[in-house]
Nanobody
Framework: QVQLVESGGGLVQAVDSLRLSCAAS????????MGWFRQAPGKEREFLAA????????YYADSVKGRFTISIDNAKNTVLLQMNSLKPEDTAVYYC?????????????????????WGQGAQVTVSS
């Protein structure tokens, strides 16, 4: 059974940094694509970044490009999201997601309905 567990959320001040972790378990993820999304109150769930576990290729939403970095710690079977220069508008619940990577990294899923597995979410609050 696939399990994704996010951690690392919390309350930070604007311009601070934070690193979220997504611990993946239940199967081998070497052929999976992993994504990060967020959802602010009253808003749709928003795609942030994706990575192919096999190829390491990445893709970012324009809203976070240059500030957020997605990566994989293979030794810990964990997907990371490093968030720098945080702004109050980054306040949201952050979700990790996974799906089988049919494309070998040549395409990275960006829509919510492209992912099969989700974590429970981690709250990030950025104060001004």
């Amino acid at each position: 059974q696939v399990q994704l567990v996010e951690s690392g959320g919390g309350l930070v001040q604007a311009v601070d940094s934070l690193r979220l972790s997504c611990a993946a378990s239940g199967r081998s993820f070497s052929s999976y694509a992993m994504g990060w999304f967020r959802q602010a109150p009253g808003k749709e769930r928003e795609f942030l970044a994706a990575i192919s576990w096999s190829s390491g290729s990445t893709y970012y939403a324009d809203s976070v490009k240059g500030r957020f970095t997605i990566s994989i710690d293979n030794a810990k079977n964990t997907v990371l999201l490093q968030m720098n220069s945080l702004k109050p508008e980054d306040t949201a619940v952050y979700y990790c997601a996974a799906r089988y990577d049919h494309w070998g990294g040549s395409y990275l899923p960006k829509r919510r309905d492209e992912y099969n597995y989700w974590g429970q979410g981690a709250q990030v609050t950025v104060s001004s």
